[in-house]
């Protein structure tokens, strides 16, 4: 069953971080600074040195809103990866596919997402595909990032609009500001670009709200959707 976002271990979520779901520490040897990436700011704080709480071994610089301990950058990657794995175990398994056809708007998004397969493609036996944004094709499948397919999920319910299935979103798990992280520590080029309509956007910006008090909100409300998909069976 996949994990909560960066719980490492049962507790890792009991003391979340007051002010907000994420902050990314991206730490600068050079300058010994670490920069916070938040939603309402960016600044530079002086922390002291930690190391990783998942390894124990290298510099926990990255901090996850809901973990108390910060991660290694090869730790917060391998982190995301699985998190991706586990959805592309969740697609094979609903649907019996291994050809992925992805479409290249140009977004951080894809580019991860493309990244991160073509890694794993030969362990997971992968066909993968890539058109352009202008190909009309069936069977592409989503970008969503976690912030988007929540979203994607409530409008279900909400709106009664017509969705996708969870586990279509390979990057579902992952949040937008995980992924620009990821992008960063990768080098990956791409645009920041939305793919929800106005009135999802809205709802999207209540959500960014309560994740201010309720840090793994989005998560949860996708791991609800995926719970019920499981009782489909
Ligand atoms: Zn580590």
Redesign the pocket.
């Known amino acids: 069953m996949p994990e909560a976002p960066g719980a490492g271990k049962r507790g890792d979520s009991e003391q979340p971080l007051q002010d907000g779901f994420l902050r990314l520490l991206f730490y600068s040897k050079n300058l010994n600074i670490y920069k916070f990436f938040g939603f309402k700011y960016f600044k530079v704080v002086k922390i002291p040195k930690t ?8 510099l ?1 610089v990255v901090k996850l809103g809901f973990m108390p301990q910060p ?6 990657v ?1 982190q995301i990866e699985r998190r991706v794995i586990e959805q592309l175990k969740r697609f094979i398994h609903f649907t019996s596919k291994r050809n992925i056809i992805l479409q290249d708007n140009g977004s951080l998004n894809i580019a991860c997402l493309h990244y991160i397969l073509e890694k794993y493609k030969a362990k997971y036996n992968l066909e993968i595909r890539t058109v352009k944004a202008s190909c009309k094709i069936s069977d592409i499948l989503p970008v969503y990032c976690l912030d988007e397919l929540a979203v994607i999920l409530i409008s279900r319910v909400l709106f009664k609009e017509e969705t996708i299935p969870s586990y279509t979103a390979l990057l579902g798990t992952v949040h937008s500001k995980e992924l620009e992280l990821y992008s960063e520590l990768k080098g990956l080029k791409g645009r920041v670009l939305t793919h929800l309509n106005e009135k999802q956007l809205a709802v999207l910006n209540e959500l960014d709200k309560l994740e201010q008090k309720h840090p793994q909100i989005k998560f949860s409300i996708v791991r609800f959707f995926q719970k019920l998909e499981d009782l489909q069976i």
């Open positions: 190391l990783c709480g998942k390894c124990k071994s290298g926990g991660l290694c950058y090869h730790c917060f391998r």
